[in-house]
């Protein structure tokens, strides 16, 4: 199943005193681009978190938001700077004598003098949060896949609708194609007739004439090519693979043997059809530039 380039998912759950909630959002982009909004506590996680949304995204550009919230308390540790703590007993106990005055010192008033305590967070233990924030984003990734491929099927059903148009135009101008050459001929007799009067027509000469200008304007070639070309649009479609730049690569092509068709083109009504033809072209390339 093809998918859309643009999604989002989102998961939350609660998890061993964390809440944590993941949020992926793509748009389009010739590779596989990530960005993450991630706490700068927990960016360890961003390269693992890169990894597994990597294994289901081929291209886009694709943000990767997440929330951890402590639910529990957590685990503190508070250091004493004993050199510091000594300086400042020392320093109230040389006042102390110099003006002989007591010290009134204890140990919660050394405690309040600056930096002799400093707090910080125990350190997060990596791989076990690791294993709570995983199951998350892998859920937050089945959603975004999900309404990837919604859009996909939308993406695939317009496509194929304009694929069905061209094929239409096409059919008409093969049909009409001959008919163009016997025009022609019958017009070239017609004018020759009306300029030597009751001279014999060399019907060799028309027929030579005609030759050369059916083989001018044949566009059987042109057409074949086409026809083949979106057999191979239709197979990619239904291929679980990425197709984006093939697709890309694939229009190109049928862009020009649409042009090729339109410079050979010498009457007014397969010339209509040839620009038919390249204006659904234009929105199918459109449309491919959503496609994974």
């Given at each position: 199943?093809?998918?859309s380039?643009?999604?989002?998912?989102?998961?939350?759950?609660?998890?061993?005193?964390?809440?944590?909630?993941?949020?992926?959002?793509?748009?389009?982009?010739?590779y596989?681009?990530?960005?993450?909004?991630?706490?700068r506590?927990?960016?360890?996680?961003?390269?693992?978190?890169?990894?597994?949304?990597?294994?289901?995204?081929?291209?886009?550009?694709?943000?990767?938001?997440?929330?951890?919230?402590?639910?529990?308390?957590?685990?503190?540790?508070?250091?004493?700077?004993?050199?510091?703590?000594?300086?400042y007993?020392?320093?109230?106990?040389?006042?102390?004598e110099?003006?002989?005055?007591?010290?009134?010192?204890?140990?919660?008033?050394?405690?309040?003098?600056?930096?002799?305590?400093?707090?910080?967070?125990?350190?997060?233990d990596?791989?076990?949060?690791?294993?709570?924030?995983?199951?998350?984003?892998?859920?937050?990734?089945?959603?975004f896949?999900?309404?990837?491929?919604?859009?996909?099927?939308?993406?695939?059903?317009?496509?194929?609708?304009?694929?069905?148009?061209?094929?239409?135009?096409?059919?008409?101008?093969?049909?009409?194609?001959?008919?163009?050459?016997?025009?022609?001929?019958?017009?070239?007799?017609?004018?020759?007739?009306?300029?030597?009067?009751?001279?014999?027509?060399?019907?060799?000469?028309?027929?030579?004439?005609?030759?050369?200008?059916?083989?001018?304007?044949?566009?059987?070639?042109?057409?074949?090519?086409?026809?083949?070309?979106?057999?191979?649009?239709?197979?990619?479609?239904?291929?679980?693979?990425?197709?984006?730049?093939?697709?890309?690569f694939?229009?190109?092509?049928?862009?020009?043997?649409?042009?090729?068709?339109?410079?050979?083109?010498?009457?007014?009504?397969?010339?209509?059809?040839?620009?038919?033809?390249?204006?659904?072209?234009?929105?199918?390339?459109?449309?491919?530039?959503?496609?994974?």
């Amino acid at each position: 199943m093809i998918r859309s380039m643009t999604g989002f998912g989102r998961a939350q759950a609660s998890v061993e005193g964390y809440n944590i909630t993941v949020e992926i959002r793509s748009v389009n982009h010739r590779y596989f681009e990530f960005y993450a909004k991630i706490p700068r506590t927990y960016a360890f996680l961003e390269e693992k978190i890169k990894s597994t949304l990597s294994g289901g995204i081929s291209r886009g550009k694709v943000e990767c938001s997440v929330q951890i919230e402590a639910t529990a308390d957590e685990s503190v540790v508070v250091t004493v700077n004993e050199p510091l703590a000594r300086g400042y007993v020392n320093a109230v106990d040389s006042i102390s004598e110099m003006f002989g005055i007591a010290s009134d010192l204890s140990a919660l008033s050394v405690a309040r003098f600056s930096d002799v305590l400093s707090i910080s967070k125990a350190p997060v233990d990596e791989d076990a949060l690791w294993a709570k924030v995983e199951p998350v984003v892998k859920s937050a990734l089945e959603g975004f896949v999900s309404m990837r491929e919604a859009e996909g099927s939308k993406l695939r059903e317009d496509v194929l609708s304009r694929a069905a148009t061209i094929l239409d135009n096409v059919a008409y101008i093969e049909q009409r194609s001959p008919e163009t050459v016997k025009q022609y001929s019958e017009k070239l007799l017609e004018r020759m007739r009306n300029v030597l009067g009751d001279v014999q027509v060399d019907e060799a000469r028309i027929l030579t004439e005609a030759a050369i200008y059916a083989d001018k304007v044949a566009v059987a070639e042109e057409t074949v090519r086409l026809r083949s070309h979106f057999e191979q649009l239709d197979n990619m479609l239904n291929s679980d693979e990425a197709i984006g730049r093939k697709l890309d690569f694939l229009v190109q092509e049928i862009n020009r043997e649409a042009n090729t068709i339109g410079s050979k083109a010498q009457d007014v009504d397969i010339a209509r059809r040839v620009i038919d033809i390249k204006a659904e072209v234009e929105k199918i390339r459109e449309q491919i530039q959503n496609i994974e």
